[in-house]
C-alpha cells in the first residue's frame, strides 16, 4: 500500500509539473505576442512621421549627397564661405557701386591682356622664356549633353505648363498662378541680380537651419498644412466645386 501511495504521489507531482511549465510557456509566448503587436504598433508611428514635401532621406540625400549638398549644408566651411563671399561681393559691386557686366568683363580683358603683353615683351630683355598661355576648347561632347538636358528640362517645363492652362488640374493651375504672382511681386521690388543673391543665400542658411531643428520645423509645417487643407476644402465646396468641368464632360461623352 505504502509503495502505490507513493507512485500516486510522484504521477501527481509530474502532472502538476507538466501543468505548471504548460502555462509557464503559455505566458511567456503571450508575453513575446504581445512585444511583437507593440513593436509593431509603434514601428508605423515612427515611419509616419510628417516631412516636408513627403521625403524619407536625409536632407544631404536630398540635394544629391555629392559636392553640392557639401556646399550648401556647410560641410565643406572652406568652399561655402568662397561661394557666399564671391556672390556677396559681386552683389556689392553690381547693386551698391552701380558697376556694369559688360564694363567689368572689358577692363578685366582689358587688364589681362596687357599684363601678358607687357610679361611676353619684358622676357626679350630679361631672356627668359615667355608665358605659356594654354589653349582653352569647349569639348563637343559637353556642349551637346549641356544642351540636350536643357532640351528635357525645357519641354518638361512646357509639357507642364500646357497641361495645366489646359484644366486639367485646377489645383496645380491656381499654385501656378499663385506662384507667378508672388514671383512678379517680388521682380517689381528687387531686380534680378537682388534676386539671385537672395536665391545664393537662402541655399546656404535655410537647409542648414532646417537639417539643425528638423523636428521643430516639420511639426509646425503639419500644423500648417493641415490648416491650409481645411482652407482649401472650404473654398473648394464654396467656389471651386460650382466651376463646370467642360473637359470632364467631353471625355465622358
Not at 74 to 101: C, M, N, P
Not at 113 to 121: G, R, T, V
Not at 187 to 192: A, K, P, T
Request: glycine share 4%; hydrophobic share 45%.
Amino acid at each position: 500500500m505504502a509503495e502505490r501511495t507513493e507512485e500516486s504521489a510522484s504521477v501527481a507531482e509530474s502532472l502538476v509539473d507538466d501543468i505548471a511549465e504548460k502555462f509557464h510557456s503559455h505566458d511567456s509566448s503571450a508575453s513575446e505576442s504581445e512585444d511583437e503587436k507593440l513593436d509593431a504598433a509603434s514601428s508605423p508611428i515612427k515611419e509616419k512621421v510628417w516631412r516636408f514635401f513627403g521625403r524619407e532621406q536625409p536632407v544631404h540625400d536630398v540635394f544629391g549627397g555629392g559636392k553640392p549638398a557639401d556646399v550648401f549644408l556647410w560641410r565643406d566651411k572652406k568652399v561655402s564661405s568662397g561661394v557666399l563671399g564671391v556672390a556677396t561681393a559681386t552683389w556689392i559691386l553690381f547693386e551698391l557701386f552701380q558697376y556694369h557686366v559688360l564694363t567689368l568683363v572689358c577692363h578685366g580683358l582689358i587688364l589681362s591682356m596687357a599684363i601678358l603683353f607687357l610679361w611676353s615683351n619684358a622676357t626679350i630683355f630679361i631672356n627668359k622664356s615667355p608665358p605659356r598661355i594654354p589653349e582653352i576648347h569647349i569639348p563637343e561632347d559637353l556642349a551637346v549633353n549641356i544642351a540636350l538636358t536643357l532640351r528635357c528640362e525645357i519641354n518638361s517645363i512646357f509639357s507642364m505648363l500646357r497641361d495645366i492652362a489646359l484644366g486639367r488640374d485646377l489645383r496645380k493651375f491656381l499654385a501656378v498662378i499663385a506662384g507667378l504672382w508672388i514671383l512678379s511681386v517680388i521682380g517689381n521690388c528687387y531686380s534680378l541680380l537682388t534676386l539671385f543673391y537672395l536665391v545664393i543665400v537662402f541655399l546656404h542658411t535655410l537647409p542648414l537651419l532646417y537639417e539643425k531643428y528638423e523636428d521643430k520645423v516639420d511639426a509646425f509645417g503639419e500644423k500648417a498644412m493641415t490648416e491650409i487643407k481645411k482652407q482649401y476644402a472650404v473654398f473648394d465646396a464654396k467656389f471651386l466645386s460650382k466651376i463646370p468641368n467642360g473637359l470632364s464632360k467631353n471625355k465622358k461623352q
